[in-house]
């Protein structure tokens, strides 16, 4: 608090003094953590300059012009540099390869991740390493989960040559008692997966809607996206998509329900991947536009989550990229070998003729999704599909720009959107007085080039300070 000059006439005057120490007597002790005159960008508000951003706890308590009085504890110079709201992976396995699940949260937080929605890991493995993240003293980014794939009667991901993450709804009573049981366990959110039936699928959506947990979703083979779409609140990969945007595609959604009865008795990894291989290129090669803008009218309100990163990945391959090397550093040695190993494959030997056809609809269908009006979310399916915690969700920002978002946008995909499906937009996804502590400063520019979001200067998470010393001994201990 600033204490001003007396005027003169009261300079000699007795009552002064008393006043004064009054005033300094009333004076709060100093308390929170004010970064002074920084920029602040966010989705909601746009670009505000020259502002002071005090936040205490978990709580931003003030934004103010940059030369208003203080009393902080701690004072963070903001000059030349920008301040963005704590960005979210909205996809993210924290227990897919147990080998980088001790140091998720480090990494994410390293860059600049201060929440993540998981989607998908059987409950007994999920479960502890939520427990653990939201203890009161951890440091780790908000985490938001859904427990297993909610799959069909074939189960694609069931332990058999790929990890166990879904478990079967072979009937209606079957799903309703998932879903209610997974309410009682804690979940966030449920995931249902690509095999179920269209009453399994019913089933599923009415029980989560009764138990109001928002509902994440592939779009079942059994279904068309312009029908599952509208039912659930958020799509991944675009997957399946392509399907209902053919000129045929009632023709192929026939096909693939007499497939779906498996006279080959296939796996459900197999019996999946058979219908991807039949369908999925035939049907982007009968795109058809006017069918594709009733999918996407049909979309308007689901949140399409593309992970463009893993989609689109041979357009923009990693390992091509000058900080990827640094990127694997900051993994665990046995999390980073296999990867290591790939990479000095793909760079002496680059794959050639690479089939880029499925790559560049992934970046189309988001660019038409988005000029249409489909909110689009930022999620990344760590570590699926090389990707490296946090290091991941800044390529998908760049997807996301190439396929014609603006960096407010892209950054609105990772922050105001996964606030709004969680219907947390009060507290959650802008840099505003009330909201939760997280925050990035950053050194450059993300509105200039949306890539500036790797130049991390500084995390806030949940109230506490993360500079980059911190966060590089917080990855020394899980490395
Ligand atoms: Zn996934």
Redesign the pocket.
């Known amino acids: 608090m600033m204490i001003m000059t007396p005027k003169p006439h009261l300079r000699a005057g007795r009552l002064w003094l008393p006043i004064l120490v009054l005033l300094v007597s009333c004076q709060p002790a100093p308390s929170g953590t004010a970064i002074t005159n920084v920029t602040v960008i966010d989705a909601v508000n746009g670009v505000r300059e020259s502002r002071t951003v005090v936040f205490d706890g978990d709580e931003i308590t003030a934004i103010q012009g940059a030369d208003a009085g203080l009393n902080v504890v701690q004072t963070i110079d903001g000059t030349g540099k920008y301040l963005i709201p704590g960005l979210w992976d909205f ?1 993210v ?1 924290l227990t897919y390869d147990e080998n980088f699940t001790e140091a998720m949260p480090a990494l994410f937080l390293s860059y600049g991740i201060t929440s993540v929605r998981d ?2 890991g059987l409950m007994h493995k999920v479960l502890p390493v939520v427990e653990k993240m939201r203890a009161p003293d951890a440091v780790a980014p908000r985490v938001f989960f859904a427990g297993p794939l909610l799959d069909g009667k074939f189960v694609v991901y069931d332990g058999d040559g790929r990890p166990e993450i879904g478990v079967q709804n072979a009937t209606p009573e079957q799903a309703r008692e998932t879903v209610r049981s997974l309410k009682q366990q804690g979940v966030d959110f449920i995931k249902i997966y690509e095999m179920v039936s269209p009453d399994v699928f019913q089933a599923l959506v009415e029980t989560a809607n009764e138990l109001d947990l928002p509902i994440d979703s592939h779009v079942p083979l059994s279904l068309r996206a312009s029908t599952a779409g509208p039912m659930v609140d958020s799509i ?1 990969h675009l997957r399946n998509i392509e399907m209902d945007c053919a000129s045929n595609s009632a023709e192929l959604h026939e096909e693939r329900i007499e497939r779906l009865k498996n006279p080959d008795n296939l796996s459900g990894a197999d019996l999946r991947s058979s219908l991807h291989s039949l369908q999925r290129l035939p049907a982007i090669a009968n795109y058809d536009e006017e069918r594709c803008d009733q999918t996407l009218k049909a979309l308007e309100s689901t949140l399409q989550v593309p992970t463009l990163r893993l989609v689109s990945m041979s357009l923009a391959p990693p390992w091509q990229r000058a900080d990827w090397d640094e990127a694997l550093a900051r993994l665990p040695a046995v999390a980073a070998a296999p990867w290591l190993e790939t990479t000095l494959e793909r760079r002496t030997d680059p794959p050639q003729d690479v089939d880029t056809t499925y790559a560049e609809w992934g970046l189309f269908l988001t660019e038409r999704a988005h000029a249409a009006g489909v909110p689009i979310g930022a999620g990344t ?1 760590t570590p ?1 599909g090389i990707s490296v915690p946090g290091y991941s969700l800044h390529s998908e920002l760049e997807f996301l720009v190439r396929a014609g978002l603006s960096p407010l946008e892209a950054l609105e995909s990772a922050t105001m959107r996964p606030a709004e499906y969680f219907s947390l937009q009060d507290q959650m996804g802008t840099i505003d007085v009330g909201k939760r502590a997280d925050m990035v400063l950053l050194d450059e520019n993300p509105l200039d080039d949306i890539s500036n979001t790797r130049a991390i200067s500084m995390v806030v998470s949940k109230g506490i300070v993360l500079t980059v010393d911190d966060l590089g001994q917080l990855l020394d201990a899980v490395r």
């Open positions: 996809h396995h989607t998908g991944e399916d699926i």
